[in-house]
C-alpha cells in the first residue's frame, strides 16, 4: 500500500470506488488535466507579468518576438536575476538538501511518487529563469508541476503503482496538450517519455487528461499558444528521401547541443566559481546577446509563431539560429532552470528553412517548400533532444492538419531518434540524470528492480564451517544429501569459499583440509545489490548459489541461488506486467 499523503487523503470508500473501476481513475485524470490547463495558464500569465514589467513591454507581448529592448534593461534584468537565482540555490541547498525527482525519474525509479513541495519549488524557478529572460523553455516547470500534482492525488487514493505512473503521466499529458494546443501530442508526450510505453488501460485516463488540459488552458489564452505555421505546399515524393537527410542533421545537431551543455556545465565547475555567480554570468551573457536580436530571451513562445519567417532574409535566420543556440547552451549550462523542448523547435525551425534553401541552391529543380521544412526541422531536432518521435509527429500534424507533410516529418523524426539513440543513447532528460549517475534511458519503470535486492531474497539460516577443519570431521558433519555447498569462513568468521558437499566425499579426494576444496573464493554477493546485478554475478561466476558476504568485515550474512533469483525476477516481472494492462 503506498504511503498516505502528508497534505490530503480521500475517503476509504472513495478510494475503493476509484481503485475498483477504471472510470474512477479516468475521473481523477480529468481532475488532473483540468488542474494542468490551469498551471500552463497560470505560469504563462506569471511569465508574461514578469516580461511586462521588468522589459517594459505591453501586456501579452511575448519577449522572444520583440524586434528591440531597452539595452540597459536586457544586461540588467537576466544578470541580476540570475544572481537571485543562484543565491536562492544555495538557500534552499540548507533547507531542502539534495535535488527534486522529475516525472521520467519519478516513473522509472519510484513508481511514480514525487514531492508535490519540490516540484512547485522547480516551477517557480522556471518561471523566475524565464522571467528574467534565460533562454529556457517553460514545458520543464510545467511538466514538473502538473505531474507532481498528479502524484499527489495518486498518493491521496492509495492507487496501485502501475496507476500511480499513469496519474503523473496525465499531468504531463495535460500540460503539452495545453502548452502546444495539441492534445494528441500531450498524450503521447506522456506515453512515449513519461509512462514508458503504451497499454490499452493507460489510453482512457491519458486521453482524458490531455483533452482537458488542452480546452482549459486555451480557455484562459485561446491565441497565444501553439505553433503557428504559415501556408504549407504540397508534400511529394522526393520529399520524403530530402526529410531523411534532413533527419540525419537533427541528429546530429542535436547530440552537439547535449553534449556541449554538459561541457559548459563542467568547465564552469572546474572554475571553482562561486555557485551563484555562474547564473548571473550566464545571464549578463545571454543579455549581450540580446542586445543583437530579443529573439534569443526566455522560452522563445513568442518566436514559434514563425508564419513570416520565409521572408526573412537567410543571413538573418542563420544569425537568430545561431545566436539562439549560443544562449540555449549558456543559460541551460550556467544554472538557470528550464528545459530545450521550446528552443529546440524554434532552432529546428530556423534550420529547416535554411536546409531547404541550401539545397535549392544545390538542386535548384526541386523547389523545396521552406514552409515545409521549417516544419520538418523543427520535429525532427525536438524528436533528437527530447525523444518521442510520435510526440513531434503529432505536433506537427495538429500545427498544420496536413496528413502528408506529417509523413514526411514522421520519416524525418524516425531517423533523427534512431541515429541519436545509437550515436549518443540519451534524450536530454535522461542525459542529465545520466551525468549524475543514474543509468535509466527512459521512464519504463524500473524501480521494482532496484527495490528487489538481494537482502529480500536471501536465506539467512546460513550454516558455515571453518577453513582448518579436517576432511574427515566434515565428512562426518555433512553427509551426502544434507546440503549442497557449505560456506566455508576463517577462524574470524570472514568468508573464504564454497565447499561442494558431493566434491568432499568423492574418493577420489586426497586431501586432508578443508580449505584445499573451496570454490568461488573471490565471487560474493553483496545484500544491497539488486536482482539483475546478481544475476549478472550468477552468469559470470557459473555458480548456482553463492554467498551474501558484507562489503565490509566480509562476514557472510546469508545464500542466494541461481532458481530463486530467477523465479522472484520472473513474478515480479509477470505481476508488473498484469498491473500495466489492468488485469490487477
Not at 477504471?22 to 497560470?42: D, K, P, S
Request: net charge neutral; with cysteine; hydrophobic share 50%.
Amino acid at each position: 500500500m503506498a504511503t498516505p499523503s502528508r497534505f490530503l487523503e480521500a475517503p476509504q470508500w472513495l478510494r475503493a470506488l476509484v481503485r475498483a473501476h477504471e472510470t474512477g481513475l479516468a475521473a481523477l485524470a480529468a481532475l488532473i488535466g483540468a488542474l494542468g490547463g490551469l498551471v500552463v495558464a497560470l505560469m504563462s500569465a506569471m511569465v508574461g507579468a514578469m516580461h511586462a514589467v521588468l522589459f517594459n513591454l505591453e501586456w501579452g507581448q511575448r519577449l522572444s518576438s520583440q524586434f528591440w529592448i531597452d539595452p540597459v534593461r536586457a544586461l540588467l534584468v537576466p544578470s541580476l536575476g540570475g544572481l537571485l537565482l543562484g543565491l536562492a540555490f544555495l538557500a534552499l541547498a540548507r533547507w531542502r538538501p539534495g535535488r527534486e525527482v522529475d516525472p521520467i525519474e519519478a516513473n522509472a525509479l519510484y513508481g511514480g511518487r514525487m514531492s508535490f513541495r519540490g516540484s512547485v519549488i522547480v516551477a517557480l524557478q522556471t518561471v523566475w529563469s524565464s522571467g528574467v529572460g534565460a533562454s529556457v523553455g517553460l514545458e520543464a516547470g510545467y511538466t514538473q508541476l502538473a505531474s507532481g500534482l498528479g502524484a499527489s492525488i495518486g498518493r491521496a487514493f492509495h492507487l496501485r503503482r502501475a496507476d500511480q505512473r499513469v496519474l503523473v503521466g496525465c499531468g504531463a499529458a495535460a500540460a503539452i496538450s495545453g502548452t502546444f494546443g495539441a492534445p494528441l501530442a500531450g498524450a503521447f508526450y506522456a506515453f512515449e517519455l513519461v509512462i514508458g510505453g503504451y497499454t490499452p488501460a493507460s489510453l482512457m485516463p491519458v486521453g482524458v487528461a490531455a483533452v482537458t488540459g488542452y480546452f482549459v488552458a486555451h480557455a484562459f489564452e485561446p491565441l497565444s499558444l501553439g505553433v503557428v505555421a504559415g501556408r504549407v505546399g504540397d508534400v511529394l515524393g522526393h520529399d520524403l528521401a530530402v526529410a531523411a537527410l534532413l533527419g540525419l542533421l537533427a541528429a546530429l545537431f542535436g547530440i552537439g547541443i547535449m553534449r556541449v551543455v554538459a561541457w559548459c556545465e563542467a568547465l564552469l565547475a572546474r572554475t571553482g566559481l562561486w555557485a551563484p555567480l555562474r547564473p548571473a554570468l550566464g545571464g549578463l551573457a545571454v543579455g549581450l546577446l540580446a542586445l543583437l536580436t530579443p529573439q534569443v530571451m526566455s522560452s522563445g513562445h513568442g518566436a514559434l509563431h514563425f508564419a513570416g519567417m520565409t521572408a526573412y532574409p537567410l543571413a538573418l535566420i542563420a544569425f537568430v539560429m545561431a545566436l539562439k543556440t549560443v544562449a540555449s547552451i549558456i543559460s541551460l549550462g550556467t544554472g538557470f532552470r528550464g528545459g530545450l523542448f521550446f528552443a529546440t523547435l524554434f532552432l529546428g525551425a530556423l534550420g529547416g528553412h535554411l536546409f531547404a534553401a541550401g539545397f535549392d541552391l544545390l538542386w535548384p529543380g526541386l523547389n523545396l517548400d521552406p514552409n515545409v521544412y521549417a516544419i520538418i526541422g523543427m520535429s525532427a531536432l525536438s524528436a533528437s533532444v527530447i525523444g518521442g518521435p510520435l510526440t513531434m509527429s503529432f505536433i506537427a500534424l495538429e500545427s498544420t492538419g496536413n496528413l502528408w507533410l506529417t509523413t514526411a516529418v514522421l520519416v524525418a523524426v524516425i531517423i533523427s531518434t534512431q541515429l541519436t539513440r545509437e550515436w549518443f543513447g540519451y534524450s536530454f532528460a535522461t542525459w542529465r540524470l545520466h551525468l549524475r549517475g543514474e543509468t535509466i534511458r527512459s521512464a519504463a519503470d524500473v524501480g521494482w528492480l532496484r527495490d528487489l535486492t538481494v537482502e529480500r531474497l536471501m536465506r539467512r539460516d546460513v550454516g558455515t564451517v571453518d577453513a582448518g577443519t579436517p576432511l574427515v570431521e566434515f565428512r562426518e558433519k555433512f553427509p551426502l544429501g544434507s546440503k549442497t555447498q557449505v560456506v566455508v569462513v576463517d577462524a574470524e568468521g570472514r568468508y573464504l569459499g564454497l565447499a561442494v558437499v558431493a566434491e568432499a566425499h568423492s574418493p577420489d579426494v586426497t586431501a586432508f583440509r578443508l580449505d584445499s576444496l573451496l570454490h568461488c573464493r573471490n565471487v560474493v554477493l553483496h545484500p544491497e545489490m539488486n536482482i539483475r546485478d546478481a544475476m549478472v554475478v550468477f552468469e559470470g561466476a557459473e555458480a548456482e548459489s553463492l554467498a551474501v558476504v558484507e562489503a565490509e568485515g566480509h562476514h557472510v550474512v546469508g545464500t542466494l541461488t541461481e532458481a530463486h533469483a530467477v523465479r522472484r525476477y520472473a513474478e515480479e516481472s509477470e505481476q508488473r506486467r498484469r498491473e500495466a494492462v489492468g488485469e490487477i
